[in-house]
């Protein structure tokens, strides 16, 4: 962009430094200190705006944008309690390592020297989750902090979270200049680790691991290479628990993830001499039990790191491949047949069942169903070729507004989000913006009418309970949420099903819709 | 508590702590690491435990609480995410000067040396919006740190915000001792500035404004006072434009409060010479605008503090009186007559002519009406005897976790939650609570389906614009959100009114049942 663009203000400037930067999409939840944003946007061509009603729906959006698109959006929000208000999606983004441009009102800078109500630590707010925070000085500095803002986004083939805080001042006043964010590079490829890989993998055959994560599971090329190392080496293929996004369903390698329970886990990692991590890190249990281990791997079990999970890793793998001469290999259709349609009353496996056989070709789903999702691995290896987002970072709160941030990132794919209900209630706003963007999501609420998987946790940890206080504090059941009604409050139409035929009927339908829907599962 | 009560672990002894310590209630949206402290929570009397299906619902509701019981509610969050969605009602506490102990679960600490999902940086967050952070090191130590707590929420007459993050290893390991709160020291009164006050208002009069803040309008008896030191001196007595708790209604002084505009709230001080600051801080705009003044006094005025807000501001305003020989004044009744109960179509002036004809004696009523709420000043002079809660701090979603909060902590009095339909959004789930708990509240949503105040504020910043995107940005009508859905979604029941009158019958009805219900009024 040139420089002498006259007569823009600081916030023309960064709308105007956003478009030419590839930032074309802001999702927003603004406030007073935002409205000269507001009105450059509505003036200035290039940068679509998507409303939130609650910030947390704004983050999880560009979290999932991020992971389809590939490229960051923006969010708009409104100083320090805005911020936290977005706080927790931006804890799973970062941990999904998505890039996002957030952009924090924040008051003008004569009048932060006083304290009023709104006055807030939004820089301290943003360290907690931003790997970038820059508070611009001057309606000058506002466009190359924006593409500053755009290049700190980027951390080789992954995402990073950028956090630009935009005093009122410098958003209204004159002498803004546009600037643009560098071009980005190609992803570094580190090869280094490459003939200690193919080393390992061949001597060790079954009792070494190649482990998958982050960049190592979001191309369908990158799960063919892992498949074709194992066929050639004899060695075992896992993921990561969470992965961003899994290309999945027929013609895709089954690659089996890594258990989320820890003794599953390390029963499955059992064995293993050398874990190969491409494009992952060192397996650790999400949370800690009395007695038991934080560190998933046998004791003994070496780390080799093929690449980390902002470098190349589909070259990387290439590169492994190549060393081990290890060709192509087809995909074998997954064992045993699908599932006939189950009928009668639902239960996680057989929703499982029933969504595998429904879904559309190319859909991409996102997941938060947390108990109740956790039987759907083997299941969907017979559905439709899809994209898997799951919440990362354990923050519950991401499955509706990732359902929103998918359908934009990803246009023309259908989006099925698969929610609990204790986790839809987090940011259950997220629905309204699905309406009003008329948007082709289903969501289909497990409806448990528990935290179930604290029932679990609970007893995981060892408490013991005597009463009937903690059972209460678990228990969604008084009164039971009616997602029927919530969906139609919310502007959306919804149906209640209690038997496998109607769930199959209601996701079809949902999907034949072409706009957004909501299917509560009484299980 | 003694120190040798055997076999309690740190969760245990952290229970046994605050229940010792006079906290009895807390709200609670547990995750994972904080199962030991749920299983406390049941095997221990003495702390009742109140869920919220997100944790904003839960810090606004310990905000509602302690300004109605005068005495913190602890509050129960899962590490930094779950206290990131806390952190915009913890800022309007801390704004409020509310005390709240917050009890936030974190990994153990042989687990946190590992990167794993749900590591997160708990005390950067904690420390935005705390006057007091501590990690508890051992079991041992769990309860010295809750009483520690607990002490650190005080601040003299009013209240601080404390956050304890407990590794869970903490939690759950042996060797928890029990402590209490050192007695609640009587507040501090600094009388020193007694005779100056008195000189300047006796000597300026109308030049002068006694301004009453946060501790100065809680008590009744207060603004008794301080009418009595105006009708003696002929000074103006104002109250800050926020205020945490202020009784009204018929038979209470009516103190105006500064307006929100800066236009107007300098018009209202102007030819001020002293202000006496009763509680108070200095007049400071909400937002900045440009060409606006962010001090809204006259350039020339004095400030004299009586009382800073943590002071105890009535024995100040005592011996004002006293200093002075003002004697009590009966209270007139408020001028003009009760408006007759409008007829026909809902405006927000309307309805507050309604609510204060109907409005049940001493009801709580909470105030996040935003641009609907406005009006409400003159009207609620005729109205019952009530306590005003409005939203400190300008984080918006205070509102109906307000309504959990002030019913718990004054049991027995009905409460009314006025509320825009956008604001409402933000916390929309402290409805099921209400449902719940079987609270006394009634939620009046104004429906005028946009961000109303930000299209006055778009206006206010002097942005002018061009098209149809900001109008979008701003209006929440396509679709409009269900009021009624959205109760009976989340266990309410809820009814929708469009005529004054029906306005008025669904009061009635409402405050009738005892029970929680929601009013969607459609403007």
Chains 1, 2 share one sequence.
């Not at 478009?19 to 007073?32: H, M, R, Y």
């Not at 800690?288 to 281990?293: N, S």
């Not at 996102?366 to 799951?390: I, K």
Request: proline residues 7%; glycine residues 12%; charged residues 15%.
């Amino acid at each position: 962009m040139s420089d002498n663009i006259p007569a823009l203000n600081g916030a023309e400037s960064l709308v105007t430094t956003l478009a030419a930067s590839g930032v074309n999409l802001c999702f927003a939840n603004p406030g007073t200190s935002e409205m000269h944003f507001v009105a450059a946007l509505d003036r200035i061509d290039g940068v679509r705006c998507v409303l939130g009603l609650f910030e947390g729906v704004v983050t999880g959006a560009a979290d999932a944008y991020y992971r389809m698109a590939g490229s960051p959006a923006a969010t708009l929000l409104h100083l320090g309690p805005g911020l936290g208000n977005g706080l927790a999606n931006l804890h799973n983004a970062r941990k999904a390592h998505s890039g996002i441009v957030n952009i924090v009102g924040d008051h003008a800078h004569d009048h932060v020297r006083f304290e009023s109500p709104l006055k807030s630590d939004a820089e301290g707010i943003a360290r907690a989750v931003s790997h970038w925070v820059r508070s611009s000085a001057s309606a000058a500095d506002v466009g190359a902090d924006g593409a500053a803002a755009v290049q700190a986004t980027r951390d080789g083939a992954l995402g990073r979270i950028a956090t630009l805080i935009l005093p009122a001042d410098t958003a209204w006043s004159a002498g803004g200049r546009a600037a643009m964010a560098r071009p980005v590079a190609a992803p570094t490829a580190e090869l280094g680790a490459v003939p200690a890989a193919a080393r390992a993998l061949k001597q060790l055959g079954p009792r070494a691991v190649l482990l998958l994560g982050q960049g190592g599971t979001r191309s369908e090329a990158a799960l063919h290479l892992a498949h074709a190392i194992a066929a050639h080496t004899g060695c075992r293929v896992l993921a990561e628990f969470y992965n961003a996004r899994m290309p999945g369903g027929r013609g895709r390698p089954a690659i089996e993830r890594l258990p989320y329970m820890v003794d599953a886990a390390v029963a499955k990692l059992a064995g293993c001499e050398t874990l190969v991590l491409a494009g992952a890190v060192e397996p650790i249990g999400f949370f800690a039990y009395p007695g038991k281990p934080s560190q998933l791997k046998p004791a003994g079990a070496a780390l080799l790191t093929l690449a980390e999970p902002h470098h190349d890793v589909l070259a990387a793998l290439q590169a492994l491949a190549d060393e081990l001469g290890a060709k192509p290999v087809a995909i074998a259709a997954a064992p045993g047949q699908p599932a006939a349609l189950p009928t009668g009353a639902i239960t996680p496996e057989s929703a499982a069942a029933v969504v595998a056989a429904v879904l559309p070709e190319q859909a991409v789903v996102v997941d938060e169903a947390v108990s109740s999702g956790r039987g759907f691995g083997v299941p969907m290896r017979h559905a439709a070729p899809h994209d898997w987002l799951p919440t990362m970072g354990g923050a519950i709160g991401f499955g509706l507004p990732g359902g929103v941030g998918a359908a934009l990132g990803a246009p023309g794919r259908p989006v099925l989000v698969l929610e609990g209900d204790g986790s839809a209630m987090y940011t259950v706003q997220a629905l309204w913006t699905m309406a009003r963007e008329r948007l082709p999501v289903v969501v289909l609420i497990f409806a448990n009418r528990a935290y179930r998987i604290l029932q679990g946790e609970l007893a995981g940890v060892g408490a013991t309970i005597s009463g009937d206080k903690a059972t209460a504090m678990l228990s969604l059941g008084q009164p039971a949420l009616d997602w029927v009604a919530l969906a139609r409050g919310h502007g959306l139409p919804g149906v209640r099903v209690d038997t496998n035929e109607a769930l199959a009927k209601a996701l079809r339908d949902g999907f034949a819709s072409g706009g957004p829907c909501l299917i509560e599962a009484v299980l």
